[in-house]
């Protein structure tokens, strides 16, 4: 029980930010102990030649410089299945055109809502910057769609599209269809690009087909030898992971970020070993829960890991 000492940390000129999450495994610390040990098990899931690599993260961080972070993710091809929401491709298509704006978490809304801002936390978004250019870039896309007799389309189908017709490189759809890594959105009507989605199926017989999205994922994790995940966030982008991956006897590796509380009992502050009870993440697996924000913690955590990849 007593074999390692808790270590201080020292600093030196020139230390790398993977030298720094070496020293948090030996300083501990509560969360940062759990960064240090996430980080060895990503670097295990990723290296793992046998293993099908999940991403699943929330639509708030593609707000962020964040995005940034999942696009190396994907550029790299550190990951082979992305599961997220509606809103991270709002955000996607929006940010290769438009900028969006520091802010704070106290401004006036309603003065905000005056002058046509929306904020999202501390993100200021303008209008112009996300309902007028989504529109016009996913009204452009349909209607191309439907001039090549597509009228039926899945998520992964559609996210394709978007990311070779509709986005530039500073994109995470871009690099997902130029690297041919599949994107699902079990949630596809719940954001901007859905909306059009629909508005477009009023005066055309277009369809979404969520079932198609379900088989393949259902062939995914069933052709896996092993599987594994990174989950930003909570919702249905981390609930669609896991149920996927419990028809394989659960996730052989996974690390969670996230400020949810589990005291309320909601799958978004679940901890991994509730997700053990229920078969969805292995009795076996690797495994730990970081509580912070992923916008803190997710790109200390990329750093390090690309620097040991770069490495080995």
Known sequence: MLKNTVEDYTFSEGM????????????????????????????????????????????????????????????????????????????????????????????????????????????????????????????????????ESVKEITTRQLCHEIGKRVCNDSSILYWAAKNNIPIYVPGVTDGAVGYHLWLFSQDHDFKVNLFKDSGELNDIVCNAKKTGALIIGGGISK??????????????????????????????????????????INEKADRIMIEGDASLILPIMISALITRLGKS
């Open 239 to 280: 609930h669609h992971t896991l149920w996927w991956n419990q028809f394989r006897e659960g996730l052989n590796y996974a690390v969670y970020i996230s400020t949810a509380v589990e005291w309320d009992g909601s799958l978004s502050g679940a901890r991994p070993r509730e997700a053990v009870s229920w078969g969805k």
């Open 16 to 147: 790398s930010i993977d030298d720094l999450v070496v020293q948090m495994e030996k300083a501990w610390g509560f969360t940062a102990g759990k960064l240090a040990l996430g980080v060895k098990i990503l670097e295990n899931m990723t290296t793992e030649k046998k293993c099908v690599k999940f991403l699943s993260f929330t639509g708030n961080l593609v707000a962020t410089g964040t995005r940034g972070v999942l696009k190396e993710l994907v550029k790299r091809k550190l990951v082979d299945v992305i599961i997220t929401t509606c809103g991270a491709l709002d955000h996607d298509i929006a940010r290769c055109w438009k900028n969006y704006y520091k802010g704070s978490f106290m401004m006036s809304d309603i003065k905000l809502h005056e002058k046509e801002i929306n904020r999202l936390g501390n993100v200021l978004v303008p209008n112009e910057s996300y309902g007028i250019v989504i529109e016009e870039k996913m009204q452009k896309l349909l209607q191309d769609l439907w001039k």
